[in-house]
């Protein structure tokens, strides 16, 4: 069988296992094994752009899941919960910079992990890299260990929930708090329930607002570039949504299709974060990395659960 065949052959099968994740039967951490399981396999077509073309249709679905959102809902839950998203935001960034120096790691690499766990994983990473001028190796080895920690999430978060016995909103804020990506939060909490994931999302999308000031005193911090500063477009259209759906109800058949089609894409957006997934990416993260990132977030996730419960 000659390179092209077998190219084409890849592409079918990625093609086919991608539109399987689209069917309400595949859930998303099966859609994350699906894709890890192809790579590993060296099934994932090499020429695919999976990192850009999953941020695009991330923030698409996203954008999508706030047709579903009531607005009273989503500035009531947002408020009710400000205190835990600014405290967790501060306490992650504080103890990421004392267990950096402790550990005699890397500032900016350390800086990065924290920001990630901090707000909404490589989502902060994109943001606050060229805002402290980091490598690409810096930059490369904070996503892999979000990365790696986000995966085990999407497993670990719905079984705890499940044997702590939370509450749908309960749940909702702490997947929120403690898991790091908005793919693997709304993944963790659809698995669990309709409200958890509304909940989630709402909470998850305000902690990520936290993006700009973030990037802004990590550049003064770090003596980086304010102007390189990127800026998370998609929470703005994902409140635009919410306002859409809220203010035209007449269209509330359609908005709960879109609604409906984001949840999908999601999973569908799990299956591509699987398919990058590779072991020479996880052997990359190291010990030192792994261990700050593993630290923060054992320290994010039981703080924030006592919390909740208690």
Known sequence: MNTKTQNKIHVAIF?????????????????????????????VPAHLDLATLTKKLLSY???GLGFGIHLQTAISVSLANLPLILGSIVFTLILGAVLTKALKFDTKTGHLISAGTAICGGSAIAAVSPAINAKS?????????IFILNSIALFLFPTLGHLLSMSQYDFGVWSAIAIHDTSSVVGAASAYGEEALVTATTIKLARALWIIPIALISAIIFGGDKKRITIPYFIGFYCLAIAIAHFFPQGEAAFEVIFALSKR????????????????KMRAAGVKPLALGVILWLAIGVSSLLYILL
Do not use: M, R, Y
């Not at 190796?137 to 260990?145: G, K, P, S, W």
């Open 265 to 280: 894409v999601l999973v569908l957006c799990l299956f591509l974060i699987g398919a990058g997934i590779t072991v020479k």
């Open 15 to 43: 093609v086919i296992t991608g539109f399987l994740c689209l069917l309400p039967q595949i859930s998303s951490p099966i859609a994350l094994v699906l894709g890890f399981t192809l790579a590993s396999l060296g099934l």
């Open 61 to 63: 679905s996203i954008i």
């Open 137 to 145: 190796d810096q930059t490369a080895i904070a996503l892999a260990t």
